[in-house]
């Protein structure tokens, strides 16, 4: 059966064989990231780290956010060109039209308009001697900066003729000739360009390299005309032999480089050595795209704008990215194979041959279409799991055949060339793949193995780590008596045994005890680690932050992440080689130069964008003085820079003269703080950027506030009112006598006032206990018992007693609580029905509303006694009624009705018998409450009205509660 598949494969399976390219690892800016054009002439930094885009739709800037457009309202057309940085690092660009600008106090300003002398076409343009110099179709100008002296320097008889400026010279080419200025110097021709007259050329560039000059000449309207490259070598101009590309290429602009000649041209950026006159290709990038301008960022970052593209962005030149088709890119598995070659499987179950010596990458016809999990190299063979079974791959006949030595492996370790380890879903276990015996030793989820150097087997299974000895004998690997729980298992040369784990970073077994332990806390970019590989001395990490290597001698990290280049931390496996390291993940195939790749990366200096009081925007200075009122202070700040806040944090502290805080450490992505309502006193803000995991740092930045003290706290303040307070105190202790006296006075008349109340308390008493009801209730007591009802004139003696023991309590206080007053006029009520019998009825309204206030005593019940004596007691038919009404609003109310005989009828009969008591009780009553009345200066007294049938009263009186 194994030679059917082995012929079958030998018949069927073949390599496409391919020589692939390697682009650095890039970031694509479009329309789609917030991008405002797509086609861009320019680009510059300042020295604040703004990058400056000169595009087909005006001029912007980025901060690493946001872009921003920049215009003027004299502006003609949107497109600018020719991004240039003066000598105070101002930022300048020019159209078409003629018009140049520059940005200051970030507003774009115009400078010039040389309309007649560009006459429609782009000028070339640069800064000498604080002068603007400017090539344009009718002659080279120089422009004073800040006199605005225009200067035309000579004639160019068609045409622009190019020119640049080193150091302190300005060279220029003008009628084949190259002409150097020096300040203090004449002009002097340099070179005779006399053979170029032969040529037939409209357009030049000049420009150096290595400090010495380099020419080149083409022709835009005739590309039959190939360019010309010239270079100076010993004197003179030297022709350079021009690549293929370069013929066939116009180049836009050239750039020196890391002592490399790079050309921007309309098929891609070409990157050549250049020695001695002769060049050599390097490397190709963006192939195909128009390569306009080239910028390396204050960050090492690599900007290359295109002329319909967009923009890329490089952070590092030494990550590159193998081309490889989109749907072979997710790599789950990869293994060396000898010095030269790598093995790649995918998701989709593809598998490829990398050598690196030919830069040939060979995909084997699809067997299967599931997962390769893992991949395991001997001597002669190299063994493969995949979802729908095991292969070998061998190296000498370079073909494929299926070889089920196992079962879906999730990870193979090569124990020798007859026995592999390998774990599954199920269990981990040793196989002969030369006989297929299988020794299993431990049936649980494995995740992976590890044969180590010192003949060992580690194992990862779901419950922990375990070891195993040549006699296969298992002993449990622990930290800090814990189980481990592993994702992947290494060795360094040293003979440390490493494990990365699920959440606790890497732990290092030494002699098989783990004694190492590297976290977040201690320099690993996340807890989080995933695949890990030994490369002598060093270890490779990877965590869910980015790439990392521990040199385990010294115990430091160097870290690549997303800032570098990085982009996708789902990393499958790890190769390293003597010089290169690869690394696989679902975005494809990588290799890094492992000399290069690190950056000497620094913290960038931030910026405040924007500083509000109170919500509205103030200039940034050092020294801000402010009022005692200002309630919000508030600043805003950022790194500028393609992913400059990637890996930053900012710290803050507020000193004051008293104290000296520790940093305070701001979240990361929060680029702001507040204060508010800080107190008087004098604060000196610092404020600083840090490394998330590192000890770099920027300078600090230091803003002193000065809040002042609020006016009633300047001392001339204290002083005006200490004045005023003495001279008051003054005033007081002269009035003090005569307050003294009139103190006294008003003591006294208050106590007349308590003793006419006391006075018009006992009258009241007195009126409301007089004789005449003592004796018609005795009498009354005197019929009951004649009649034999000694019941009922014991509950009437007991109710009269009440009656007068409350009356003569009551008596002594001024004011009493209402439902005292009501008990009183309730037992008197009572009394005078049992004296009435059946003649007599009452009706209490609203008690059940009144709050729990307090009310003069002994008012209510002399005109309740009034309405019977004089309306019910000479009534001859019918029920005598009296509705008693109480009411509680500013005063308390408190009506009685009676329908008795009615006030006139009343008056006559005393009249005739002369009573007086009514007059004595109603002047008692009109006494107390006119003292009340001039107490409490308001409206109290008591009114009757004539009914039809009876009287009302009306009685209104003070409370309070």
């Excluded at 140049?100 to 010039?112: C, G, P, R, T």
């Excluded at 002769?278 to 090492?300: C, M, P, Q, W």
């Excluded at 900007?303 to 030149?317: D, E, H, K, Q, S």
């Excluded at 609020?710 to 204290?718: A, D, G, I």
Aim: charged share 30%; with cysteine; aromatic share 14%.
């Amino acid at each position: 059966m194994k030679k059917i598949y082995t012929y079958l494969f030998f018949i069927f399976l073949f390599f496409t064989t391919k020589v692939v390219s390697q682009q650095p690892v890039f970031t694509h800016l479009t329309e789609k990231d917030g991008l405002p054009d797509i086609e861009f002439y320019s680009i510059v930094e300042d020295n604040k780290g703004f990058i400056w885009l000169a595009a087909d739709k005006g001029l912007f800037r980025y901060d690493g956010k946001e872009f921003k457009n920049y215009s003027h309202i004299e502006k003609r057309g949107l497109s600018v060109f020719g991004l240039k940085l003066d000598s105070k690092g101002r930022v300048w660009c020019n159209n078409i039209s003629g018009q140049f600008f520059y940005i200051e106090n970030d507003k774009l300003l115009l400078f010039k308009d040389l309309k007649e002398e560009v006459k429609g076409q782009l000028a070339l343009f640069s800064f000498y001697q604080n002068d603007l110099v400017a090539s344009t179709r009718t002659g080279l100008y120089r422009i004073g900066l800040n006199s605005l002296h225009q200067n035309k320097i000579f004639d160019i008889k068609a045409g622009f003729y190019p020119f640049y400026v080193e150091n302190d010279a300005l060279v220029n080419l003008h009628d084949h000739e190259i002409k150097e200025t020096i300040k203090g110097r004449n002009t002097i021709v340099k070179y005779e360009l006399n053979q170029f007259k032969k040529y037939e050329f409209n357009k030049w560039q000049i420009t150096s390299f290595k400090n010495k000059y380099l020419i080149y000449a083409y022709n835009s309207n005739n590309l039959k005309v190939h360019p010309k490259l010239f270079y100076e070598q010993e004197g003179k101009l030297e022709e350079v032999d021009l690549t293929k590309t370069l013929k066939k290429n116009e180049v836009i602009k050239f750039y020196e480089e890391s002592d490399q000649l790079w050309a921007c041209t309309r098929n891609g950026l070409f990157i050549y050595d250049f020695n001695n006159g002769e060049l050599t290709h390097k490397k190709t990038y963006f192939k195909g795209k128009e390569i306009s301008a080239v910028l390396k960022d204050r960050n090492n970052n690599y900007w290359f704008t295109t002329l319909r593209n967009g923009i890329y962005i490089v952070p590092n030149l030494f990550i590159e990215k193998y081309t490889i088709a989109e749907e072979k890119q997710n790599i789950s598995a990869m293994s060396r194979i000898g010095n030269d070659s790598l093995i790649i499987g995918t998701t989709k179950g593809d598998i490829a041959i990398l050598n690196r010596k030919t830069k040939k990458i060979e995909f084997t016809k699809q067997i299967h279409k599931e997962k390769v999990y893992s991949i395991c190299d001997s001597d002669e063979k190299v063994y493969l799991s995949l979802g729908g079974g095991s292969f070998v791959y061998d190296k000498k006949n370079k073909n494929i055949y299926e070889d089920s030595f196992c079962s879906n492996a999730k990870d193979l370790s090569l124990i020798d060339k007859n026995n592999i380890l390998y774990a599954t879903h199920s269990s981990a276990s040793i196989i002969n793949v030369k006989n297929k015996n299988v020794f299993n030793l431990k049936g649980a989820r494995a995740y992976t193995t590890y044969y180590s150097s010192k003949k060992e087997m580690y194992v990862g299974y779901v419950d922990g780590v375990e070891k195993y000895n040549i006699e296969k004998k298992a002993s449990r690997v622990l930290f800090n008596n814990k189980p481990i729980f592993a994702i992947d298992i290494d060795e360094t040369a040293n003979g440390i045994i490493w494990i990365s784990t699920f959440k606790d970073g890497i732990i290092g077994l030494e002699n098989g005890e783990a004694t190492i332990n590297y976290t977040k806390e201690n320099g690993l970019l996340s807890s989080k680690t995933g695949k890990i590989k030994g490369d002598g001395e060093l270890l490779w990490i990877t965590t869910d932050k980015g790439l990392q290597v521990l040199n385990t001698k010294t115990g430091t990290f160097k870290n690549l992440t997303k800032k570098d280049g990085i982009n996708s931390f789902n990393i499958s496996e790890i190769i390293p080689f003597k010089d290169a390291l690869f690394f696989s993940s679902n975005k494809g195939l990588f290799k890094i130069n492992k000399e290069k790749v690190f950056k000497d990366r620094r913290v960038l200096n931030f910026n405040f964008t924007s500083i509000l009081i109170d919500d509205k925007k103030v200039e940034e200075k050092e020294e801000y003085e402010l009022t005692s009122d200002i309630k919000k202070i508030k600043f805003t700040f950022l790194t500028n820079g393609f992913l400059a806040e990637d890996n930053i944090v900012y710290q803050y502290k507020l000193i004051t003269a008293s104290a000296n805080s520790k940093w305070n450490r701001i979240d990361k992505g929060i680029n702001q703080i507040t204060f508010n309502n800080l107190a008087a006193g004098e604060y000196v803000l610092k404020l600083k950027a840090t490394e998330v995991n590192g000890k770099k740092e920027t300078k600090e930045k230091v803003i002193k506030l000065v809040i002042k003290l609020p006016f009633y706290k300047e001392w001339w303040f204290l002083l005006i009112i200490g004045t005023f307070l003495f001279i008051l105190i003054w005033l007081l202790f002269n009035m003090k006598l005569e307050r003294l006296e009139k103190k006294q006075e008003v003591a006294i008349e208050k106590e007349r006032m308590q003793k006419a109340l006391v006075g018009s308390k006992l009258e009241t008493l007195q009126s409301q206990m007089n004789p005449h009801f003592t004796f018609n209730a005795l009498n009354s007591v005197q019929n009951l018992v004649l009649k034999g009802s000694k019941l009922e004139a014991y509950n009437y003696l007991t109710k009269f007693s009440s009656l007068l023991r409350e009356s003569l309590l009551l008596s002594t206080k001024s004011f009493v609580y209402f439902d005292e007053e009501l008990s009183l006029i309730e037992k008197y009520l009572e009394l005078e029905k049992l004296r009435f019998r059946e003649g007599f009825s009452y009706e209490i309204k609203g008690a059940e509303f009144i709050d729990d206030i307090k009310i003069p005593t002994m008012v209510i019940q002399p005109f309740i006694e009034n309405a019977i004596k004089h309306g019910l007691l000479h009534k001859t038919n019918g029920l005598g009624k009296i509705k008693i009404e109480f009411s509680q609003e500013k005063l308390f109310k408190c009506e009685i009705t009676d329908n008795g005989i009615g006030l006139k009828a009343a008056a006559e009969i005393n009249k005739k018998t002369n009573n007086k008591s009514a007059s004595f009780s109603t002047k008692s009553i009109k006494d107390k409450l006119k003292i009340l009345k001039d107490f409490y200066k308001t409206d109290i007294g008591f009114e009757y009205k004539e009914l039809d049938i009876g009287t009302k009263v009306i009685v209104k009186i003070p409370f309070h509660f």
